[in-house]
Structure formats: C-alpha cells, structure tokens
C-alpha cells in the first residue's frame, strides 16, 4: 500500500527503566531553539538533537548543519514501564512544513499547469503551443521532485532509527 505521508512506527523494548531511558536521551537532547544557525563549516553542536523528553513522553529533531529544519523527520515517542526494563514507542515522522508541502504543492501545482497547458494549447501561437507541451508534462517534474524528497527523507528516517535502535538495544 502507497502512504501519501510517509511514517515509520516501531517498538524498543529496552532492560533500563523509564527514568533512565529519558535520563539516556537527555545525553543526546538539548532543549529546542526558534532559530537556530547552521553553518557546514560551523563546529558541531553538543548534542545531535534537540527537542524535549519529560513526563514519559519526548519530541525531537535532529541538527544537521546541511539541511534546513524543515527537512528534517520528527520523532516522537512515549516511554512505558516493563516488568523488566522499559518499552519505547516510536514514530517518525515528517514535520508539519513538509506535510504541508508534500500535500498541497503537488496538487496546486498540476493542477494549474494542466489548466494553463490546456489553454496554450488550444491558442493558434506556435510558441503558445511550445509552452504547452512543457506545461503538460510538468507534472512529471513535479512527481519526480516528489520522489527525491520522499527518499531523503527515507534516508533521514533510517539513521533516526538506527541512532534510536543503537542507544537502546
């Protein structure tokens, strides 16, 4: 099955408690910053991420000196108590600038380029029609692009998860 929103939901079962998998976690968090500079050639950060975990619960993104925030996958997750240890549910997933980008601009976009193609093209301009042809087949770039950002952020998820599964397990 084809998910529109990417998403990547799994389950750690770890032997620590729940205070010190947060305790853990708080080693690789720092607390969240509105804005925040980063430079490729800046020195890294203290921690990796940032974000919060308190009361069970954590948020977080990773810091990345490359990329800009809203590329970047959320995790979110909540830490339940075990008989022996801990289990931590997680989900990661896309941040609400590239939902919102993934659903709304590919839609916009094909549509209006359909709309605009199809009036060039029923014009007597050659050059009109020229135009058309490359706002019909726009939408592929579009799907293309949609492509790309989806298996960045694939990449993204799976050094989350492995960041995640290495700490605990």
Do not use: H
Request: proline share 8%.
């Amino acid at each position: 099955m084809f998910k529109i929103l990417p998403s990547e939901k799994f389950t750690i079962k770890t032997y620590l408690r729940p205070d010190r998998v947060a305790d853990k976690l708080l080693n690789y968090v720092e607390p969240y910053q509105l804005i925040r500079f980063s430079f490729p050639f800046a020195p890294p950060p203290d921690k990796p991420y940032e974000g919060s975990v308190e009361n069970g619960f954590f948020r977080m993104q990773r810091i990345s000196r490359y990329k800009k925030r809203n590329n970047l996958p959320t995790i979110e997750g909540q830490i339940s108590p075990e008989e022996r240890g801990s289990v931590i549910d997680v989900i990661i997933k896309p941040n609400k600038f590239l939902n919102f980008f993934m659903l709304v601009f590919p839609l916009f976009y094909t549509s209006m380029a359909l709309v605009v193609g199809f009036s060039l093209w029923q014009s007597n301009d050659n050059g009109a029609r020229n135009i058309s042809m490359f706002l019909l087949f726009s939408p592929l770039w579009t799907l293309l692009g949609c492509f790309v950002v989806f298996q960045s952020f694939k990449s993204d998820v799976k050094k989350d998860k492995n960041f995640l599964l290495e700490i605990f397990e």
